[in-house]
């Protein structure tokens, strides 16, 4: 036998389990929709390849396909990305230093990317006392 009570109360009930599935809704859509665009973002770098190592005869041409890619990636038109020397003023203009900005990139380590940028602009050698892409020349 129901009474208004019981009606009452499996009302209220049903009421609670709905509000409370309707949050538990929202959220997961909320974690899909955070997980969506964490990856999107994410993933834009993995579409930009690496430059190869800096003693490679092929390091000049791949390095500068790797920072124009990263730097348009990043949202700046492309003809600021293709000018090596109009982006690495940007860079160091924005950071403060090569050293600042390669520590905010994280596709490299901090070794590796001022090494690269120091290769690219004045030759020399590596790290490693290798010649730069081969030769010893600035690219």
């Known amino acids: 036998m129901l009474n208004c009570s019981t009606v009452h109360t499996q009302l209220i009930m049903?009421?609670?389990f709905s509000m409370f599935f309707k949050a538990v809704k929202l959220k997961l859509w909320q974690y899909i929709l955070g997980?969506?665009?964490t990856t999107v973002s994410f993933a834009v770098p993995t579409f930009c390849?690496?430059?190869t190592p800096s003693s490679e005869t092929t390091f000049c041409d791949s390095f500068k396909l790797a920072a124009e890619c990263r730097c348009v990636a990043s949202g700046l038109p492309k003809g600021m990305c293709s000018n090596m020397e109009l982006l690495y003023s940007r860079m160091v203009s924005m950071f403060g230093s090569l050293?600042?900005?390669c520590q905010f990139q994280h596709d490299t380590s901090l070794e590796e990317c001022m090494e690269d940028w120091q290769c690219y602009r004045y030759g020399g050698t590596n790290g490693h006392n290798e010649p730069c892409s081969g030769t010893?020349?600035?690219c």
């Open 14 to 16: 049903r009421k609670r």
């Open 35 to 37: 997980c969506i665009l």
């Open 99 to 101: 050293e600042r900005a």
């Open 136 to 138: 010893g020349r600035a």
């Open 49 to 51: 390849s690496y430059a």
